[in-house]
């Protein structure tokens, strides 16, 4: 077995995740690289959620029988475990939403509907990039089109980096939003966060990250990075799906106005008017994802018990050896940074002229599970002139077998098609 330096004992966490125990086409290893997708979830996670279900199901905040007060006290420690992870200065400042899309639409349309300073209107300006998944290029063009506001975005480099060489042309006095991924989905590219904050700040901007391919990787400290908002989900990071957050800076959640209206985000109600609870309930109208915020708490809980920088060490190594080992494959294109410095743990590329959806039909036959298509980010392959490509992402239970297992099912595609 090939041994690299940093490596977590993978043997020991894997035993943590029941379905990578799984057999696949007629008995075949699963090997699972679409991490990027979506994780896998550790027995700990499995097993909160049962107990939630088991011994604890009630809606939180509205009852006073024992059953009630111990889901609410079940569903409010998940956000501080929550701002904990992510060092928020308050819990308060923790919004669940039900994944980073919605965290993500929560901030457009909060804008969208805000009073001045915050309101983005037909004067104002909004820049996203072209490396975005859909999640944070959507919500812009909709509030684009409804407030008459122009959206601007930096382009990319040929080796899949932002290209900030006109910063101050694209971030100007009139921009209102920046709002930008922290770690690329399809390039795997770490971006450069102080240089983007800093014109943003110079320009009186507010900046919003999208940690969703981060949270789950490495160490993420709000404060550290200064932005005004941080969404991310948590069925990437261990956790059930149906469970996102977030983050925004105390003083602008009590200025901004709330999206969604119904149960809980208020504090008086009459037929001609209505007042709001403080935030973060103000965020979370209606009955909220209660046990899934509970296994979201079981998620950071086996992350942390960990190391988060442990983990992104272990990562890395594995990234390392991936697009070493990728690179000896005749006819590969990593699209995307070509080497493990800056990038995360998701490596898309091509084939020769075999279409991904090929490559990753003939993978799974071999048990090999990995990522086809644009991923969401339809723009990164229109720059760089391909129709898809294939991605493998890794994780914490990943390993240099699952690397060589990837490698031997690509020549095997090389094969089939000749």
């Not at 690329?184 to 009186?204: D, M, W």
Request: glycine share 8%.
């Amino acid at each position: 077995m090939t041994q690299l330096p940093g490596l977590l004992d993978t043997e020991a966490i894997r035993k943590d995740f029941p379905i990578l125990d799984r057999q696949v086409h007629d008995g075949r290893k699963l090997v699972y690289l679409d991490n990027a997708a979506t994780s896998q979830k550790p027995r700990q996670v499995l097993d909160a959620l049962g107990e939630y279900y088991e011994r604890y199901n009630a809606n939180v905040h509205r009852g006073v029988h024992v059953l009630a007060e111990e889901a609410t006290a079940l569903y409010e420690g998940a956000r501080d475990k929550v701002a904990e992870f992510v060092n928020a200065p308050s819990r308060d400042e923790v919004i669940f939403t039900k994944n980073a899309s919605e965290s993500l639409n929560l901030v457009a349309n909060m804008l969208g509907w805000a009073d001045e300073p915050y309101r983005v209107d037909h004067e104002t300006e909004i820049v996203i990039t072209e490396m975005e998944h859909h999640s944070n290029i959507v919500p812009w063009q909709l509030l684009a089109q409804r407030t008459g506001a122009k959206l601007k975005w930096f382009g990319l480099t040929d080796d899949g980096r932002l290209d900030l060489s006109n910063i101050d042309e694209v971030i100007t006095e009139k921009t209102k939003i920046v709002s930008f991924v922290l770690v690329s989905n399809i390039l795997g590219t770490v971006n450069p966060v102080e240089a983007i904050v800093r014109r943003a700040q110079e320009v009186g901007a507010l900046v919003c990250v999208d940690a969703s391919q981060a949270a789950p990787h490495m160490p993420l400290d709000v404060q550290a990075l200064q932005a005004d908002f941080v969404a991310f989900t948590g069925h990437k990071m261990c956790g059930p799906t149906g469970i996102g957050v977030l983050w925004g800076r105390q003083e602008l959640l009590e200025d901004l106005p709330p999206f969604l209206g119904g149960g809980e985000m208020i504090e008086t109600v009459s037929m001609s008017s209505s007042t709001y609870a403080p935030a973060p309930h103000k965020f979370e109208a209606g009955t909220p994802p209660i046990a899934q915020a509970v296994g979201l708490g079981a998620a950071i809980d086996y992350l942390s018990g960990i190391g988060m920088d442990k983990i992104l060490a272990h990562e890395h190594a594995i990234t390392e050896y991936a697009v070493k080992r990728l690179l000896e494959v005749p006819d590969l294109r990593i699209i995307g940074p070509a080497t493990a410095e800056d990038r995360g743990a998701a490596i898309s590329f091509t084939l020769g002229d075999i279409h991904p959806h090929d490559v990753g039909q003939v993978l799974d036959e071999q048990g090999i599970a990995v990522r086809v298509g644009h991923h969401c980010a339809r723009p990164v392959c229109l720059r760089y002139g391909i129709p898809a490509t294939t991605r493998a992402s890794f994780y914490l239970y990943s390993t240099p077998a699952d690397i060589d297992a990837l490698v031997d099912g690509l020549e095997h595609v090389r094969n089939f098609f000749g």
